[in-house]
């Protein structure tokens, strides 16, 4: 690849109404967007999931715009790839900072994709014309009002709800929505509010059918999580603790959880994203593609890998309009009796709104071979 420059904007867009987890409440959506341009003049982009401030993981907006400036762009300029899947490779030595380095080796998957005429989900081998979806719902002040919610979007067709638990916010808030919504695909997700002291009380969330608990302990632990997958019934599903394939394959090995949601910003990039798939695939583990509440570019990366054959569970790549008044790429993401169509345009699929990108950045850096 003939790699000419890359571009960084920081981000700032108003959700539509704020997202409450375990951790914390966004009102804003910060962070970066990543464009690769070859010497061509095509460009390839990808977003930086990174919140603000460290709450789900280390990583910031901050933290992912220092390595990418220092460490990565200087790597990747130095040494371009003949293809995508080498950039994984050029970026191992650099330790952790998984966000940084998906945003960047994202967009070089698009930009060879968009070189190469292809739909990226195909250069991936995705297989998928239309993927099954699913929204996560966050804490609000009142069950009533998460009964609103989840009312709301199961009438717009969405294949399974999560909704966010905490202490305080969860036996009784999940008994009440199972009971107004006896027969949906539902699911918590915990966001590593608990610990194993907490295990007799998890298992009272066994009698509600629940599909999975999504990440109950801490963020970076598989061997609690082992502990607990034996005194509870409902399958575990891990997120924040895997961040790559040799996570997932420990992980696995200790029965720390039986399903795997894979967010490509939280495992370095599209490559390893896929090699988690394919061990999942190897040994009959589901997983689904989790999300960030991102902007309409990173939403589209999401998508196409969510066509590889073992996301065999609705994800959590909600419709634009759940998050955006105007999102940046044309046209938005829409979601139809739960599904999404996959674009079948070259790149990640979706026109991008200049204006918007414009209108959105709150500053830029590019930097040069
Ligand atoms: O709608 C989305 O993009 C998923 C929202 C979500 O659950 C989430 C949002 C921000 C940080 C962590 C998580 C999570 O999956 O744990
Ligand atoms: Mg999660």
Redesign the pocket.
């Known amino acids: 690849m003939r790699l000419a420059a890359v571009t960084l904007r920081a981000m700032r867009m108003r959700l539509k109404a704020p997202?409450t987890?375990s951790f914390g409440t966004e009102w804003d959506k910060d962070f970066i967007l990543v464009e690769i341009k070859d010497t061509e003049g095509r460009s390839g982009w990808g977003e930086a999931v990174a919140m603000k401030a460290p709450l789900?993981n280390e990583e910031t907006v901050g933290t992912v715009w220092l390595i990418l400036k220092e460490f990565l762009i200087p790597a990747l300029l130095q040494q371009p790839p003949g293809h995508p899947r080498e950039v994984a490779g050029l970026f191992r030595p650099i330790r952790r900072n998984y966000m940084a380095k998906a945003a960047l080796e994202g967009a070089v998957w698009d930009l060879y994709a968009v070189a190469e005429n292809m739909p990226l989900y195909r250069v991936l081998g995705g297989t998928r014309t239309v993927i099954d979806v699913g929204i996560?719902l966050g804490i609000e002040s009142t069950v009533d009002k998460l009964l609103a919610q989840v009312e709301k979007y199961v009438a717009a067709g969405y294949k399974r709800i999560?909704i966010?638990i905490k202490p305080g916010w969860d036996i009784d808030t999940v008994a009440a929505v199972r009971q107004r919504f006896p027969s949906i695909q539902l699911m918590a997700?915990a966001?590593s509010a608990y610990t194993l002291a907490d295990s007799a009380h998890l298992a009272a969330l066994d009698q509600y059918n629940l599909m999975m608990i999504?990440?109950p302990l801490a963020h970076d632990d598989i061997i609690d999580h082992a502990v607990l997958q034996k005194n509870i019934q409902t399958p575990i599903c891990l997120?924040e603790s895997i961040h790559s394939v040799e996570d997932a394959r420990k992980a696995l090995t200790l029965d720390s959880g039986r399903i795997i949601?894979i967010k490509v910003g939280r495992v370095g990039g599209l490559t390893e994203a896929k090699a988690i798939h394919d061990l999942c695939v190897g040994r009959g583990i589901p997983v689904w593609c989790?999300?960030?509440?991102?902007s309409g570019i990173g939403r589209a990366h999401n998508i196409a890998i969510t066509t590889l054959p073992g996301f065999t569970l609705p994800g959590?790549t909600?419709a634009s309009s759940r998050y955006w008044e105007e999102d940046l790429i044309e046209p938005e993401v829409t979601v139809q009796d739960g599904v999404i169509e996959v674009p079948d345009r070259p790149g990640i699929g979706y026109a991008l709104c200049h204006e918007r990108i414009d209108k959105y950045t709150l500053y830029s850096e590019t930097f040069r071979i």
């Open positions: 997202f987890t789900y996560s999560k966010k997700d966001n999504e990440q997120d949601n989790g999300g960030m509440l991102e959590d909600a």
